[in-house]
């Protein structure tokens, strides 16, 4: 599958922004779709995921901010950002797992295919 990340941009801390994936190149179902982010100098850190298109998961940083979904009939994942904070300012990708098992829903390793990334930046 072949991944496009779009959505990222410039907000004011407390904003929200969306942030969408297109998944081309095969139906996504039965994938497990995710972001990540990372900043310079850090590594790719895990941000929120779908399960095999079942059940979501989220970073503690994130949780209760966030909300992952997709939609299937658009190919498209997407992932809403609310009550943005500085420390969110990274480089966002999405990813796709075709044999994601539950124990690695949270490790890069555990996905194959990659978005390009999208910068979202948050001023304070």
């Known amino acids: 599958v072949q991944l496009q990340a779009s959505g990222g941009g410039l907000v004011q801390a407390g904003g929200s922004l969306r942030l969408s994936c297109a998944v081309s190149?095969?139906?996504?179902?039965?994938?497990?779709t995710g972001w990540f982010r990372q900043t310079p100098g850090k590594e790719r850190e895990f941000v929120a995921t779908?399960?095999?298109?079942?059940?979501?998961y989220y970073a503690d940083s994130v949780k209760g901010r966030f909300t992952i979904s997709r939609d299937s009939a658009k190919n498209t994942l997407y992932l809403q950002m609310n009550s943005l904070k500085s420390e969110d300012t990274a480089v966002y990708y999405c990813?796709?797992?075709?044999?994601?098992?539950?124990?690695?829903?949270?490790?890069?390793?555990?996905?194959?295919?990659w978005g390009q990334g999208t910068l979202v930046t948050v001023s304070s």
């Open positions: 190149g095969r139906t996504f179902s039965g994938y497990t």
């Open positions: 779908i399960f095999r298109g079942t059940r979501t």
């Open positions: 990813a796709a797992g075709r044999g994601t098992i539950l124990s690695t829903t949270r490790d890069v390793g555990g996905y194959d295919s």
